[in-house]
């Protein structure tokens, strides 16, 4: 069975912190694919948050998230995390966990999560 599993969304107000996790069940080890957090907002598009390499060695982050976010991933344990902290109104989405395959045996492979809701407010 193959997906994506988001957890630790939720409702926290302006400064808090919260983590995401996202549980992988893919067709090979984690360490096969690039790990990225994005999020959406009704009526627009969805935009990325953060990405990790598929070792973890390389980590970029959108400007909205830089300094405030980090993301991490275990692949031994299939999962990936985004650490939020400084929350602010406008982090307010649907966060989704993707997977895109690196190695030649999965390159073609890409799935999203279902997403989990954040909501930051007063």
């Known amino acids: 069975q193959v997906y994506l599993e988001e957890s630790g969304g939720g409702l926290v107000q302006p400064g808090g912190s919260l983590r995401l996790s996202c549980v992988a069940s893919?067709?090979?080890?984690?360490?096969?694919?690039?790990m990225t957090w994005y999020r959406q907002v009704p009526g627009k598009e969805r935009e990325l948050v953060a990405s990790i390499s598929r070792l973890g060695s390389n980590i970029d982050y959108a400007e909205a998230a830089k300094g405030r976010f980090t993301i991490s991933r275990d692949n031994d344990k299939r999962v990936m995390y985004l650490q939020m902290n400084a929350l602010k109104p406008e982090d307010t989405a649907v966060y989704y966990c993707h997977a895109r395959g690196i190695t030649p045996h999965v390159r073609d492979f890409t799935t999203w999560g279902q997403g989990t809701q954040v909501t930051v407010s007063s």
């Open positions: 893919l067709p090979h080890h984690l360490a096969n694919y690039a």
